[in-house]
């Protein structure tokens, strides 16, 4: 079956960068699409970006875009979050999606199928 493992999370300063992996295993995803969404303690799970994993075209939430760069590696299967000028705010752990293809609803984290477990980022102030 497909999995999802995140890696590179950690605690930085404000300011600081950091740099999220996303490895898929046990599927193709020669047709899938991507996503990064985040969930800090007693709040909802948001989106962060997404990517098709065939093409160069990003999606961003309002409130990263200018800072993270989604972007994948097809010969890895591998997703990654660029994270620059990290804030308080973006503490939270962090979780790849996958789903089929592309919907326009892809903020929505109920149409993806396929989730990892996460990994925490902590940023201090």
């Known amino acids: 079956q497909v999995q999802l493992v995140e890696s590179g999370g950690g605690l930085v300063q404000a300011g600081g960068s950091l740099r999220l992996s996303c490895a898929a295993s046990?599927?193709?995803?020669?047709?899938?699409?991507m996503a990064w969404f985040r969930q800090a303690p007693g709040k909802e799970r948001d989106f962060v970006a997404a990517?098709?994993?065939?093409?160069?075209?990003?999606y961003y939430a309002s409130s990263v875009k200018g800072r993270f760069t989604i972007s994948r590696d097809n010969a890895k299967n591998t997703v990654y979050l660029q994270m620059n000028s990290l804030k308080p705010d973006d503490t939270a752990v962090y979780y790849c999606?996958?789903?089929?293809?592309?919907?326009?609803?892809?903020?929505?984290?109920?149409?993806?199928?396929?989730w990892g477990q996460g990994t925490q980022v902590t940023v201090s102030s």
């Open positions: 046990g599927g193709t995803f020669s047709t899938s699409f």
């Open positions: 999606a996958a789903r089929g293809e592309y919907t326009v609803y892809y903020r929505n984290s109920r149409l993806y199928a396929y």
């Open positions: 990517i098709s994993w065939g093409s160069d075209t990003p």
